[in-house]
Structures are given as structure tokens and as C-alpha cells.
């Protein structure tokens, strides 16, 4: 790149305003802790005619308490082996009843 072009852009974008901070949506929720613990979010928004479900563990290593350890590992081998009540792969079950993955 020549000098004078490369001195032309350093000082365009330096002289710039900063972009406005961004406006984010409302959005509403709801918030239920089930007896057992279990948290559930939910937020409605019936713009289009799909139902989407998050699940989070939050288990591992930051969240484990002295004595309670290798959950983390569980919910993996959950996630992506099964177990004795449920063989095979957890993730082909919830596959074969319309889930798909993201990312």
C-alpha cells in the first residue's frame, strides 16, 4: 500500500464518530424454578409459527462443590452415549422426535 493512501485511511477512520450504541430489543420473559431446581425462561414471541428450546447444564469444574465432582463428564456421556436407561445416543433419540442441532 502506498504511503499516502495508507496516511489518507489512518486518518479517515480516526477522524470518524464512533458508531451509536446499539438499541436492543425488549424483551420480555418469565422466569420459573421448578421444584427440583430445574430453571425455565421463557419468552413468547408468536411472529413465527416455531417453538425453540435451550438447554444449559451448568456443571463442571467452576460449578462443582467439594464432594460433588464429575458432572460434567455424566451430562457428557448423557449428551453423546446414553446410559442404562437410556441406550444408545441421547442425541439420535432427541433427533428422532424433530430436534436439530445448532452451530
Request: charged content about 15%.
Amino acid at each position: 500500500m502506498k504511503p499516502t493512501l495508507a496516511l489518507f485511511l489512518l486518518c479517515a477512520t480516526a477522524s470518524a464518530a464512533p458508531p451509536p450504541p446499539l438499541k436492543l430489543p425488549d424483551l420480555p420473559f418469565e422466569k420459573h424454578v421448578l421444584p427440583n431446581g430445574l430453571q425455565v425462561i421463557l419468552h413468547v414471541d408468536r411472529t413465527l409459527p416455531v417453538v425453540h428450546t435451550n438447554l444449559w447444564y451448568h456443571v463442571g469444574s467452576k460449578n462443582e462443590r467439594a464432594g460433588r465432582t464429575g458432572f460434567a463428564h455424566l451430562y457428557e456421556h448423557l449428551m453423546f452415549e446414553g446410559s442404562a436407561h437410556s441406550p444408545g445416543s441421547y442425541w439420535s433419540t432427541v433427533q428422532s422426535l424433530g430436534a436439530r442441532g445448532g452451530a
